[in-house]
């Protein structure tokens, strides 16, 4: 590892190689999202200038937005009291982050014992990944 990279030894990756990653929007503040990040995805956000994630369930680097065109612009980057969760200040391009088509992901808010559905969707998600 260079130098340059001597930045990635300083997060307390998880035992997996993982380290929690919170999504949020440089100008509200709102949080985004959150997901996972390993050392390349980390190094690749840098690097790029735009975030990269670890898919846990696809077991690969996810370039935010590769598909859809909603990527994510780094503003900054920050590492919590613990070293182990990663903090990104993000311009969220096109106005959508969660893959359902909603502008977050967290738009289900329980109420008297159920989830409830707050936000709308506002682009289908097949318009958005045409595969």
């Keep these: 590892m260079s130098v340059q990279d001597s930045y990635l030894s300083k997060v307390n990756w998880?035992?997996?190689?993982?380290?929690?990653?919170?999504?949020?929007?440089?100008h509200t503040n709102e949080v985004l999202m959150v997901a996972w990040m390993n050392r390349e995805a980390?190094?690749?956000?840098?690097?790029?200038?735009?975030?990269?994630?670890?898919s846990r369930s696809r077991k690969k680097l996810?370039?935010?937005?590769?598909?859809?065109?909603?990527?994510?612009?780094?503003?900054e980057i920050r590492l919590d009291c613990d070293e182990d969760v990663l903090l990104i200040?993000?311009?969220?391009?096109?106005?959508?982050?969660?893959?359902?088509?909603?502008h977050d992901c967290f738009f289900q808010k329980l109420v008297d014992h159920e989830w409830q559905i707050t936000e709308p969707v506002l682009k289908d998600p097949a318009e958005i990944y045409k595969k």
């Design 42 to 54: 980390l190094k690749r956000t840098v690097e790029l200038g735009e975030v990269v994630y670890w």
């Design 14 to 26: 998880s035992a997996d190689g993982l380290v929690p990653v919170i999504a949020q929007d440089m």
């Design 89 to 102: 200040k993000i311009e969220q391009i096109g106005g959508i982050s969660c893959h359902t088509g909603r």
């Design 62 to 75: 996810w370039h935010k937005g590769e598909e859809s065109g909603h990527i994510q612009k780094v503003h």
